[in-house]
């Protein structure tokens, strides 16, 4: 009897071969034969999930653009969590941001999809969409420390959370090439946080 082939699960493999791959040598280093092998399957596995490279990141770019959002509403939903507004503000952000040192990896393979959407409309659609996921996100939690007194009652949380989207993306970057520590980042968040309260 043939055996079974859960397409689903290969096909996140394959994705995090991907990221494996971007994270460790660039974007440019990712070709169907070099995901194959470290995914572990053969290039006829790879061909059979995804019919090209294009679709193939694609996959990948959706796969982290989810855990990504995924991570951060973890953050505001943990049973141990304050509800302090402002907490878990600070958590949130501090997940976007990905500047943590167990982070890297994923932010190196972030900023190259980002870079690489530049020339990609199928890359950029799949940004956006996740920009406004996490800008919606993010309104919330504002709406929700201005609701609790906790934020400036004159808060116009659409606006600073656009504020807060390229402040949480610029320190990724900074982090990434030195010009920021973690710490560094994680002190410019919580600055621009405090900023906001009443």
Do not use: N
């Not at 991907?18 to 092998?37: F, H, N, P, Q």
């Not at 290039?43 to 990504?68: H, N, P, W, Y």
């Not at 940004?127 to 007194?149: F, I, N, Q």
Request: hydrophobic share 45%.
């Amino acid at each position: 009897m043939p055996k079974q082939v859960d397409y689903e699960d290969r096909r996140r493999r394959i994705a995090e071969a991907v990221c494996l791959l971007i994270a460790r040598s660039g974007m440019e280093s990712v070709s169907l034969r070099d995901v194959a092998t470290e995914a572990g399957v053969s290039m006829g596995a790879v061909q059979r999930c995804f019919r090209t490279k294009d679709e193939m990141l694609l996959f990948a770019l959706e796969d982290i653009s989810q855990r990504i959002g995924e991570r951060a509403k973890a953050r505001i939903e943990t049973s141990d969590a304050p509800r302090s507004a402002t907490t878990l503000l600070d958590r949130t952000l501090s997940a976007l941001a990905l500047v943590d040192p167990e982070d890297r990896a994923e932010a190196q393979v972030w900023g190259a999809f980002v870079a690489h959407a530049a020339v990609s409309e199928h890359l950029a659609a799949v940004l956006r969409e996740t920009y406004a996921k996490l800008h919606d996100l993010l309104v919330w939690l504002l709406g929700y420390g201005r609701d609790t007194g906790e934020l400036s009652a004159t808060l116009d949380p659409p606006a600073e959370a656009h504020a807060l989207l390229a402040l949480t993306e610029g320190l990724t970057a900074q982090v990434l090439v030195g010009h920021q520590t973690p710490e560094s980042a994680r002190d410019v968040l919580g600055r621009y946080v405090r900023g906001l309260m009443a």
